[in-house]
Structure formats: structure tokens, C-alpha cells
């Protein structure tokens, strides 16, 4: 088979399209010929060397795709050739072919398909342990959404939105900002506003329930605008490392600092498949809307990577075999 690979740490020029071995066919596993592959900044980070990864060069990357069955092992038990599947947590993803434990697949309803199971199945997983897990949205809550033009970003506006909540977003540019508010969000501002007082305003100086941050570097500005018992969900670093907490400034006002991991919450088979299947219905009866999408060949995964890493596309890249 072919795949998308790197044997040495770098920018995106040190991906090559290469032929490697096939990956052999786990006893309790399958064999899946991928369709569509979703483009993460996890790749990103372990191109770069800054992510752990498992084996000798050449490394392949990736982790989110959907495909169809095409072999399968011995033990395996739920899932026959020619079935469609997809997955967000199987490794070695940016490839013709991926080895795939049964426990981390997924079935696909008749009307999602692999393109779009591979943009919204890693992202939109998130979101909904965010707003389910980490902080309880409902009715009333009043959250801000940091990088809300991003994928996961995207859908935290609109599970927001449809769970009642008041939803304040942000964004990196105007285009990004109108993105966020065709998808419901009820105030968006630039990251470069006073964000901080104008949240204030809107709350009449109390502050928001709980803030969503992805950025990192934000931390700081995200625990001060959380509401006294209010909370903030950790769950990235794009914009860099947020700096030390002092546990003391959580006492004082009784703030939650929550860090949020989607590999704590996918911890069985039936615990993934019952949270996918609620976001393909959440798909279906058109409450989410899949992010816009931007498809590269797999072979040409250095012009993907660069894209990602511009933040220029406000929405999910796809890598197609």
C-alpha cells in the first residue's frame, strides 16, 4: 500500500507519499480500505515531533477516517467485509489501508457517509463530551467559545445553541466571526477586541458560566471572565502553553478549571458507538451541520498540512486515497 509519512521532525516539506508494507490483520481486529481521513493538528504536532508516536520511521500519522471492511481477523466479532465503518482513535490513519480493533469502530448509518463521518466524527465526539461531560450545558447557560471558526469550535456554537444555552463567540478574523454567527452564535467578537469587557456587558458585569478554551495562552483571560462558581474547559494548546494556575485564584472566586481529553471519555466500544450514534442523529435531524470541507489528495498532504497550519480554512480538511 501507499502512505502519507515522514522520517525525520519537521515542517510539512518532510512528508513523503511512500510505499510502505501492508499492516497485518490484528486477531481481533480488521483490515479497512479508507475512503476519507480527516487532517488534525495532533498530525501536526507529531510531524513536528512534539507528540508521541509509536514504532520506527518512516512514522504515518493520523488517526480519523472511515472506510469499508476488506479483511478481518479471526477474533473479530460485530463487523463483516464490506461493511462501512469509522473511527476517530486508530493509529497509522493517513493511508490506503488501516489495522483497526474492533472496539474502536464505528458503524455508519445509511445516510452518513465516509467524507462525512471523517470530518465530523473526532470533533464533533468532542464537543459532545464538552458540553455533556466536562460542564453540563443547558437552558440559561451563558458560555463563550474561543476559536469558534475551528472544527470543534464550530460545534460547541451549535450543540450550544440548540441546548438553550446564550453562546458568545470568538474568532480570529471577520469571515471567521460570520461563520460563527450564521451557526447561531448570539454575539461574536475579534480575538483582538476587548473581549473580556464586552462579555462583562452582556452579563451585566457577572461574568459567563463556563468558557471553552483551546488556545492555551488564553487561560489566563478565560478563568477571569468566568462568573464566581463559574468553570473553564482546558482542551488545547493552538495559541501555545497557558501559564501556571494558582490554585488559590480558584478558591477565591470557587471556579472549576476542567481539562478536558476525549481518550478518557471513549472508554469502550459501547461508550463510542452510543455517542457517535447520537451525533449522526444530532446530523440527520439537522441540528449540527457539518463544517465546511477541504479536500486534498493523500498524496498531496504537505499542501494539506500547510493549510492547516495557516489557520486560513474555517472548517475540516479531508485526505482522500
Keep these: 500500500m501507499r502512505a502519507l509519512v515522514f522520517s525525520r521532525f519537521g515542517g510539512p516539506e518532510v512528508l513523503e507519499w511512500a510505499e510502505v508494507p501492508d499492516p497485518r490483520v490484528p486477531d481481533d481486529g480488521v483490515l479497512v480500505r479508507m475512503e476519507a481521513i480527516g487532517l488534525n493538528f495532533a498530525d501536526v504536532y507529531r510531524r513536528r515531533g512534539a507528540y508521541h508516536l509509536a514504532g520506527t ?18 477474533d473479530a466479532r460485530d463487523f463483516a467485509c464490506g461493511d462501512r465503518v469509522g473511527f476517530a482513535d486508530v493509529p497509522f490513519a493517513h493511508a490506503e489501508l488501516v489495522a483497526a480493533p474492533i472496539d474502536k469502530l464505528v458503524p455508519l448509518p ?33 458560555m463563550l467559545v474561543h476559536a469558534a471558526a475551528g472544527g470543534v469550535g464550530q460545534l460547541l456554537v451549535q450543540i450550544g445553541r440548540f441546548l438553550g444555552a446564550s453562546v458568545f463567540a470568538l474568532a480570529s478574523s471577520p469571515e471567521k466571526l460570520e461563520v460563527a454567527r450564521t451557526l447561531g452564535a448570539d454575539v461574536a467578537w475579534l480575538t483582538s477586541d476587548d473581549w473580556q469587557a464586552r462579555a462583562r456587558e452582556r452579563t451585566a458585569g457577572r461574568g459567563v458560566d463556563v468558557v471553552y478554551d483551546s488556545v492555551g495562552s488564553t487561560l489566563t483571560e478565560s478563568l477571569s471572565l468566568a462568573r464566581t462558581g463559574g468553570a473553564v474547559v482546558f482542551y488545547g494548546m493552538a495559541g501555545g502553553d497557558p501559564l501556571p494556575v494558582n490554585p488559590r485564584d480558584l478558591m477565591d472566586r470557587s471556579l472549576t478549571l476542567t481539562g478536558g481529553d476525549l481518550w478518557n471519555v471513549l472508554t469502550s466500544a459501547a461508550e463510542r458507538r452510543a455517542r457517535a450514534a447520537t ?10 451541520r457539518a463544517p465546511t470541507v477541504a479536500t486534498f489528495p493523500l498524496a498531496e498532504g504537505e499542501r494539506a498540512h500547510r493549510l492547516l497550519e ?8 479531508l485526505l482522500i486515497p
Aim: hydrophobic share 45%; no cysteine.
Design 57 to 74: 520511521p518512516p512514522y504515518i500519522a493520523g488517526y480519523e477516517g472511515a472506510g469499508v471492511v476488506v479483511a478481518r481477523g479471526p
Design 110 to 142: 445509511t445516510g452518513v457517509s465516509a467524507a462525512l463521518a471523517a470530518s465530523v466524527l473526532l470533533q464533533g465526539l468532542t464537543a459532545h463530551y464538552l458540553t455533556h461531560d466536562s460542564y453540563a450545558v443547558r437552558s440559561g447557560t451563558t
Design 279 to 288: 451525533l449522526f442523529e444530532w446530523l440527520e435531524a439537522g441540528k449540527l
Design 310 to 317: 495557516s489557520r486560513a480554512h474555517a472548517g475540516k480538511i
